[in-house]
């Protein structure tokens, strides 16, 4: 159904009814327990609960039969080879994690950024040297965490290692217990950036202290959550969390087969004047190559160009990888998954029936909705 009551969605979230009714009084809502809330809204509660909601209807099962056609086949263990971790750097907004990133990567993205806001998911491909040799580390910078919401709303999950930036003159915010939140709920493992020690207010004891109440115990305190006291600006720290980042990664000892036609996921998509649409993919598995044909969402295409991270133009891009490619016939969302399929025909083919089924949901929702603006007016 398009909507929930209170009742029933604070029963599915796991919190009090009372709880929820706070949380929406928060955002403006005063509704009655057995009264229905929107979409959106449920949305926006969830969220702060690390949940997802997702509308019911015909597109899930028709898109289930669709996908089926895409399944990948499991890989045999003697086919999977090592792969690089996907961090993403998650936090409060201004609590430095795009300066993080640029200090890792050597760069000035955050200067440059209009508001100093991000305002895309980046991605950049880091080499370090830990004490065990190189190691490649793929980092994503998130605008806030919407676009990991969204990401994860659609089945997407491109993370490995998130690392929580909490500012140690600001402490714990409401955005850092969000994105606790939604690390704990994908399931992936945090670990802490206590940023801006150099500051004179910062005060990274009271961040672990805080960071405690919600379910992060730091390893000096006999937790199993790693804490690393850093300045993005200085650089102090910044080292030694990357060598924390290598080890979790090791750890998890990630694989995929690299030698099979691509899939993975669209990080972010724009229309180009000149070149027309333009993606960043993130390869999940297989290796993607030019010529390459590709489906993205609801859009067809030929892969014509591919650069790296630092915008070098490559034949090929492995699993872990990040590439900008050109050649897809329209702009897909980020989130939607892509997938090579044998020619540019059969990449159309299914583009259209997608698009189909696209216009057919739409279609259904709108009538949903009409239905529910008629029950408001009796
Ligand atoms: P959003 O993308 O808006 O969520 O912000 P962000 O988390 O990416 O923060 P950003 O890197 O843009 O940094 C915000 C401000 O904090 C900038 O003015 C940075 O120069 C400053 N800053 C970030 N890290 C440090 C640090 O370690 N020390 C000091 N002194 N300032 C820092
Ligand atoms: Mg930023």
Known sequence: PEVISVREFAEKLGVEPNQLLQDLIALGKFVAINQPIDFETASKVAEKYGKVV????????????????????????????????????????????????????????????????????????????????????????????????????????????????????????????????????????????????????????????????????????????????????????????????????DLMELKANPNKPARGVVLEAKLDK?????????????????GDAIVAGLYAGKIRAMFDDKGRPVKEAGPSMPVEVLGLEDVPLAGDKFYVVESLEKAREIAQKRQELARQSALEREKRISLEDLFSQM
């Open 54 to 249: 997702k509308l019911e209807g015909v597109e899930e099962e028709e898109e289930k039969a669709l996908e089926a056609e895409l399944v990948e086949t499991p890989d045999r263990e003697e086919e999977l080879e090592p792969r690089a971790p996907i961090i993403t750097v998650m936090g409060h907004v201004d609590h430095g994690k795009t300066t993080l990133l640029d200090y890792i990567r050597n760069t000035k993205v955050a200067e440059r950024e209009a508001g100093g806001i991000t305002q895309h998911i980046g991605a950049s491909v880091v080499d370090i040297d830990t004490s065990e040799g190189k190691k490649k580390l793929v980092f994503l910078d998130t605008p806030g965490h919407e676009a990991f919401t969204a990401m994860r709303a659609r089945g997407a999950q491109v993370t490995d290692i998130a690392v929580l930036v909490v500012a140690a003159d600001d402490g714990v915010m409401p955005q850092t217990v969000e994105a606790i939140n939604h690390a704990k709920a994908a399931g992936v493992p945090i670990i802490v950036a206590i940023n801006k020690i150099d500051k004179p207010g910062a005060n990274p004891e009271r961040v672990k202290q805080e960071l405690t109440q919600h379910g992060l115990i730091p390893e000096d305190w006999g937790g199993d959550t790693v804490m690393v006291p850093v300045s993005a600006k200085t650089g102090e720290g910044v080292d030694e969390l990357l060598e924390m980042i290598a080890l979790q990664a």
């Open 274 to 290: 000149k070149r027309g649409p333009v993606a960043t993919l993130l390869v999940q598995s297989g290796t993607l190559k030019v």
